[in-house]
């Protein structure tokens, strides 16, 4: 069926108010979990790890890792950025151009209503796919840190360029059907790690570190 100039019209506007309505959603209305697979780039070795996405396209898109390495844990937080300038035409004559950001020196991520962990991260670069790269930001994290993931609801990471907020509230049941990590061990104190007494710095298996400028 043709469609008239006044149907036209009521389709872009319907689909206006639908892609705002989708921009206006916060970001732990966005967030799921799931299984992902990688390979570690010293050893050749496919990892399964826990995948924590918030955001509902490209620039809103935000990931948080947990990662088994070893007998201990990585909290990771990835950012996907493109990797080459890109020029945005936004007026007759002019233009602009956009780069990837550093995720900064200064980061910290905390769950709400509980302390901040203000560590310095290992902040490193993977190319994904063309055109995008993932800029990380990976820390330790021991039994304190997993139990405070399993009973908060809000996980909230806070850099100089970019933040994150993803909700809690499917990860314990998740983590144990991924990771093998029962959130009951944890609080209890009886998980493995929380033999741990503190974790040793662990670098991200599947990027290398940043180059000095």
Known sequence: MRQTPV????????????????????????????????????TGETYTYLRIASGVSG???????IVKKGDGYILRFVVPQPTNT?????????????SARELGETLSWMVEGMSQHDETPTLSKRKRHMGVTDHEAAWPIGCEGLRELVTGKTLRVVTPEFNGQFDLANLPQQLEKILGLSPKSLVK???????????????????????PP
């Open 7 to 42: 149907r036209a019209r009521k389709l872009v506007i319907a689909l206006t108010a639908i892609a705002f309505a989708l921009r206006c959603i916060p970001a732990t209305a966005m967030t799921w979990i799931t299984s992902e697979k990688d390979k570690d780039l010293l």
């Open 59 to 65: 620039a809103n898109r935000r990931f948080v890792d």
């Open 86 to 98: 890109q020029t945005t035409i936004w007026a007759p004559g002019a233009a602009t151009s956009r």
């Open 189 to 211: 104190g009886t998980a493995p790690i929380c033999s741990i007494t503190s974790p040793q710095a662990v670098t991200s298996p599947t990027a290398s570190p940043l180059s």
